[in-house]
């Protein structure tokens, strides 16, 4: 609990974001490095209340969401981008700091959590950002999107069900995993078109990969 009251440091904060970057290699301005830290206290106070990640700590924020989402940043491509079962706003408010020029759609169920998402957006200015409260496999928009991205939240196999209607015929799906997912890519029908990127996160012992899947590729 004294982890949730913890006061963020802004400096050394500010220090472990620019590190991060320059490691993973991402190009960062002193905006958008403000506007990050300015994220990691954000979810920091709403956390306290709202419990929007059980990750506590300032700096394990930086580590575990902000260079986590930032790793896959390379990766975009396209001009519109969906993040579905976007919770906090992961990996979503990350690459809008990031990418202030691409138009993106961030996809919840919660309430709760889009209303931290929401406020999110009003103080960091995203203004290319909407939301959207919704489960992914009702959601109807007016237009499919150029990339659909996710981070751990199904198996390969339920969300390539879940969010196929939302990606355009030359899209990708850009689904952020943990370790390799090996049972996973057994049980997916395409699973000879997934491209597997394995993530190199600054400061996390621990396995990361990018599973990308081009609309274009498949036949059913």
């Known amino acids: 609990m004294k982890a949730a009251n913890k006061v963020v440091d802004v400096e050394s904060i500010e220090s472990a974001i620019s590190r991060g970057a320059e490691a ?12 990050l830290v300015a994220l990691v206290g954000l ?12 990750v506590r700590d300032p700096h394990e924020m930086v580590t575990r969401h902000i260079l986590d989402s930032l790793a896959v940043l390379p990766y975009l ?32 169920s919660s309430d709760k959590k889009l209303r931290f998402v ?14 959207v409260q919704s489960r992914m496999q009702t959601y109807q928009p007016g237009q499919a999107f150029a990339m659909v991205i ?12 879940m969010t196929r209607h939302l990606l355009t015929n030359d899209g990708c799906f850009l689904f ?9 890519l ?6 000879s078109h997934v491209q597997i990127e394995s993530l190199q996160v600054p400061g996390l012992d621990a396995e990361r990969h990018l599973l990308i899947l081009d609309n274009n590729q498949l036949t059913d």
Not at 118 to 131: D, W
Not at 150 to 161: D, F, I, N, P, T
């Open 186 to 191: 057994d049980e997916f029908e395409h699973s």
């Open 24 to 35: 993973l290699p991402v190009s960062l301005d002193s905006k958008q490095i403000q506007q």
């Open 43 to 54: 979810l920091g106070k709403w956390n306290q209340v709202y419990n929007l990640t059980a």
């Open 150 to 161: 996710s981070r751990a939240v199904a198996s390969l196999s339920e969300l390539y069900r």
């Open 118 to 131: 929401r406020q999110a957006i009003a103080e960091l200015n995203l203004e290319q950002l909407s939301v």
């Open 77 to 108: 491509r396209g001009d519109s981008l969906l993040d579905v079962g976007t919770g906090a706003g992961l990996p979503g408010l990350v690459l809008a700091i990031t990418r202030p020029d691409l138009p993106m759609t961030l996809l919840d």
């Open 176 to 184: 952020m995993k943990g370790q390799q997912p090996g049972s996973e």
